[in-house]
């Protein structure tokens, strides 16, 4: 007798349009897809993190509408970066109790980039904000995490959307979620915009191939969401939550199918 298969939940990066993974997480529980493990990416791995703590998607929601920015950006002289990190790193600990990866209901994988080897860092173990962390190092903007020898920044440096980590950790069925890349803008404001529209920039061809490997792609269109406006949390989830039910009936069809497609292959 064939089991329920194991889904997996891949977010990706992508600063503040990844606020649209709350949205994304509201609708699939709403159409009752129950997820097994999640994997995430900078702004994926944050959002992906907290849900795995326990913490609800209307909870998320209203946490990242209540934490202003500046309890967040304790800046420094800029010689790793511009913010140090050490405050958003202690909201983190408080808010996932200070938990490690293993002691999840749900397999949470985070992704960070080795700035000494070039390669990914998975975590699979250790704490939740550490790992957090790790992950949202935004390049220029966030102080590395120095972890084990290994100099951390952002996961999507690597690994925009990682998908492959799931299917390497048992993963049957794979939803992939990217929030894409903001428009150009001519006139930049901030030096945040700056520097993370160049990684966008630098990125956006990077693991195309790995999106292959996901079962389907929910891809909200938030090219109009400049990566710094954290502000627009609503804005955001409400266009996740829309673009999630709009592959309602296709995610249905391929979980409910795949018992019989599974057997199909055994014959």
């Known amino acids: 007798m064939l089991e329920r298969p194991k889904i997996g939940l891949a977010l990706g990066s992508g600063a503040a349009r990844g606020l649209a993974h709350i949205g994304v997480l509201k609708a699939l529980e709403e159409i009752g897809i129950e997820i097994d493990m999640i994997s995430g990416s900078s702004a994926g791995a944050l959002i992906g ?18 934490i202003d920015k500046k309890m967040w950006t ?28 293993e002691e999840l209901d ?30 949202i190092s935004i390049p220029g903007i966030f102080e590395p995490v120095e972890y ?41 404001i901030h030096m945040f915009d700056i520097i993370l529209q160049s990684i966008d920039i630098m990125t956006k061809q990077i693991m195309e191939s790995d999106l292959a490997l996901a079962d389907i792609i929910i891809a909200p269109p938030l090219s109009h969401i400049e990566s710094s406006k954290f502000e627009l949390v609503e804005e955001c989830a409400n266009i996740g939550y829309e673009s999630t039910m709009a592959k309602k009936d296709k995610i249905l069809d391929i979980v409910n199918n795949y018992k019989d497609d599974k057997y199909l292959q055994e014959l």
């Open 49 to 66: 993190g907290l849900y795995c703590t326990g913490i609800s998607p209307n909870m998320i929601e209203n946490l990242a509408i209540q």
């Open 74 to 101: 304790d800046f420094t002289m800029p010689k790793k970066g511009i913010i140090k990190g050490d405050r958003i790193q202690e909201i983190l600990k408080l808010i996932t109790a200070d938990k490690n990866i």
């Open 106 to 135: 749900k397999k949470l994988i985070i992704v960070a980039t080795d700035l000494k080897n070039g390669e990914e860092m998975v975590f699979t173990e250790g704490s939740i904000h550490t790992a957090i962390r790790a992950s």
């Open 148 to 188: 084990n020898g290994r100099i951390l920044v952002d996961g999507g440096v690597v690994d925009r959307v990682p998908i492959s980590v799931l299917k390497n950790m048992g993963a049957d069925i794979v939803i992939g979620i990217d929030v894409g890349f903001s428009k150009y803008q001519s006139k930049f």
